[in-house]
């Protein structure tokens, strides 16, 4: 930041020059200098702390099956006759419609909007970088094609394009098993469609770069050494734009948990018990006025880690370029 | 200049197409549109069919594409189901101006949008001059005092409000403004809809029912824009001929409205020329929080009851939009910058 003046940076290289850094330890002591990155990461540290272990802090008695509860099926537990009770100390964020306690499903729910924001974005990163890797690759009719379809789907404003993407895979779907969770099939779906609505910004960043890398002399080396086509993208190519990838991966996932959101707010999202912090918005706007808890407590939380995304990936964006010289 | 329209234009057509095409076919799989026509849906299964011949359901999935697209007056169509086109067709397809007709409501989808544009359009106009005033001014006096307490203030908000989900803000809006200043008997401001039927439409009512959801479309712009702004600005001032223009003793006013504004503002134009067309359909969440009876409204209500040839009248009237503005904001900048020409 404004603190990294011309003196410092003097010494830095000075003290340095002995042996040669590696950009890898040049990115990570530039992210390490970069305030608001730091604070990104903190702020996602206690989320994961918060998701992954205020399960055990969530159990109670549920009446309707007359038995003591914990975890997710504490979650799950809908008390009707408690529904829609301001937070208390049984309930510390209150219940929501049919009488479940919003802090146990913000925990289960937040591990599923981890879980379709990190999936999809890495659904995101793999199909922009093999769509702008192969378009910029082969160019010539390939690249047309290919960019003249991503130019199509970016000209359609996201959130329809999300919204088609619903309805047209929608429907009934198996519930499945992960990490000894029971899922609705449709959380794999939200990822899906996610993933492959969101890649056409990254097709090009990553077509752009690779247009430049592949008129470089070890590009040709590696061809006249008889290296395939495949070869050439996937470790020669690729692994140089790894930085953008970083970040918009990074982005990435932050929006997808937004997208997530927007979907289910609007009812076309992951569907049945399982809880998103999305889902627990569905109509929740409805009680405004009666039970502002209902969505203070998830909004809040994809707020917070909204928010601890984007200060990583500004970080990791400066971090990253290489020709960057703050934060040194 | 012309040819270079001409030539865009020309170039956009296909693009269209391909848009068209897809959409299309991830429509076909919405599921039955008859049944979902809510208490119209006829009970037996031989009125079912004659519905689905009706609305020329029947036919191959390429076949209603050229329908939709070309119309279908040139052939006879089967209405009675015996195998034998005897009706002739009377749709004349979006290239000849027919939209077609809205499954749920039977008017013609063309109509039908025309009623929600200008309701759109007021939120959204509205909207985004306020985003263009802010975002420059909260910029500019970001960049001319860059790292002070207010940049930094600005910087750490810009990044919140960047990251609040749309709902959210529009709640908390509703909840503060809305809710608690009508608990406190501080005058509040309405929530739902344009306008009060009780007062009736008066200017006055719409201002009011525009505060809320213009501050909730705004404010998320605003972050990401006025960060824009402070950026392009920082660079400009840090430019030879403003430094000129200081050392020959202009003004700072001069100097930062005269030489460095315009400047500045050129990438500006780009960013906001690609954004307003979708802005007409951008607001589908603070349509519905909202209630506000637009195009986004419109397109949800329409979704629920795979309403294809609405959805596709929606949807390409905001890719054309799109297109059209791409190729506006192009001619804008080469007007507006001599340095670029276009060829």
Redesign the interface.
């Known amino acids: 930041m404004a603190n990294s003046t011309p003196v410092s940076l003097i010494e830095d290289t000075v003290v340095k020059s002995s042996a040669p850094l590696s950009p890898l330890v040049l990115g990570v002591r530039r992210f390490r200098k970069h305030r608001m990155a730091m604070f990104g990461l903190g702020l996602l540290f206690f989320l994961v702390l918060y998701i992954s272990f205020a399960g055990f802090l969530s159990h109670g008695y549920c009446a309707p099956v007359k038995k003591e509860l914990a975890g997710e099926a504490w979650s799950d537990c809908n008390d009707t006759s408690l529904k829609l009770k301001p937070p208390s100390k049984e309930h510390i964020f209150g219940t929501d419609v049919i009488g479940r306690d919003i802090f146990a499903r913000t925990v289960y729910g937040g591990q599923i909007s981890f879980l379709i924001g990190i999936a999809a974005a890495i659904v995101e990163v793999i199909l922009g970088a093999l769509v702008g890797a192969v378009a910029a690759y082969y160019g010539g009719w390939v690249d047309n094609l290919l960019m003249r379809f991503t130019e199509a789907m970016l000209n359609i404003p996201p959130l329809f394009l999300l919204i088609i993407g619903a309805k047209f895979f929608g429907g009934s779907l198996p519930n499945v098993n992960i990490f000894g969770r029971e899922l609705t099939g449709s959380v794999f779906l939200i990822i899906v469609i996610i993933g492959a609505t969101s890649w056409g910004y990254l097709a090009r960043i990553v077509r752009a770069n690779i247009l430049s890398l592949r008129e470089r002399d070890y590009v040709s080396a590696a061809r006249a050494l008889g290296a395939s086509d495949r070869r050439i993208i996937l470790s020669h190519l690729l692994p140089n734009t790894t930085a953008p990838l970083i970040v918009s991966a990074t982005l990435g996932v932050a929006n997808a948990i937004l997208s997530e959101a927007y979907v289910s707010f609007l009812g076309l999202g992951v569907q049945g018990a399982t809880a998103t912090w999305g889902n627990m918005l569905d109509g929740a706007y409805r009680y405004l006025e009666s039970a502002p808890w209902l969505w203070f407590f998830p909004g809040t939380m994809i707020l917070l880690t909204v928010l601890g995304i984007n200060f990583l990936g500004d970080g990791l964006r400066d971090a990253l370029d290489p020709y960057s010289t703050k934060h040194l | 200049m012309t040819n270079y329209i001409l030539r865009r234009l020309a170039q956009a057509i296909?693009?269209l197409f391909?848009?068209s095409i897809?959409?299309f076919v991830?429509?076909q799989?919405?599921?039955d549109p008859i049944s979902t026509l809510g208490g119209r849906v006829p009970a037996r299964p031989e009125d079912k069919a004659r519905l689905r011949r009706q609305l020329g359901l029947d036919q191959p999935t390429y076949m209603q594409y050229v329908t939709w697209l070309v119309g279908n007056d040139w052939q006879k169509i089967d209405m009675d189901g015996d195998g034998v086109p005897e009706t002739p067709g009377k749709r004349l397809g979006i290239l000849r101006g027919d939209w077609g007709n809205s499954l749920v409501t039977r008017k013609p989808v063309l109509e039908m949008i025309s009623e929600r544009v200008p309701n759109t359009l007021m939120l959204m106009v509205t909207a985004e001059v306020v985003i263009i005033i802010f975002s420059i001014a909260v910029g500019l006096y970001s960049a001319l005092r860059p790292?002070s307490l207010f940049d930094n203030l600005v910087t750490g908000l810009s990044?919140?409000g960047?990251?609040?989900?749309?709902?959210?803000l529009a709640?908390m809006l509703?909840?503060i403004f809305a809710?608690n200043f009508r608990r406190w008997g501080l005058p509040y401001l309405p929530?739902v809809g344009m306008y009060d039927p009780s007062v009736g439409k008066t200017p006055l009512e719409l201002i009011k029912h525009l505060v809320l959801p213009v501050t909730t479309l705004s404010v998320i712009s605003i972050a990401g824009y006025s960060r824009f702004v402070r950026s392009s600005v920082m660079e400009v001032l840090g430019q030879d001929y403003v430094r000129t223009a200081r050392a020959k003793g202009l003004k700072a006013f001069t100097v930062v409205f005269r030489h460095a504004l315009p400047n500045a503002a050129l990438p500006f134009i780009t960013i906001i020329g690609l954004d307003i067309p979708?802005l007409l359909?951008?607001a589908?969440?603070t349509e519905?929080?909202f209630a506000w009876p637009g195009m986004g409204r419109l397109?949800?209500d329409h979704?629920e009851r795979?309403d294809f040839p609405m959805?596709m009248g929606i949807?390409m009237l905001?890719?054309i939009t799109?297109?059209i503005f791409q190729i506006i904001t192009d001619v804008v900048y080469s007007l507006v910058d001599p340095r670029i020409r276009l060829k």
């Open positions: 296909p693009q391909i848009i897809i959409l991830l429509m799989a919405f599921g790292y990044f919140v960047y990251s609040m989900p749309v709902f959210w709640l509703m909840y809710v929530t979708f359909g951008g589908v969440v519905r929080i397109f949800i979704t795979s959805l949807l905001i890719a799109v297109v």
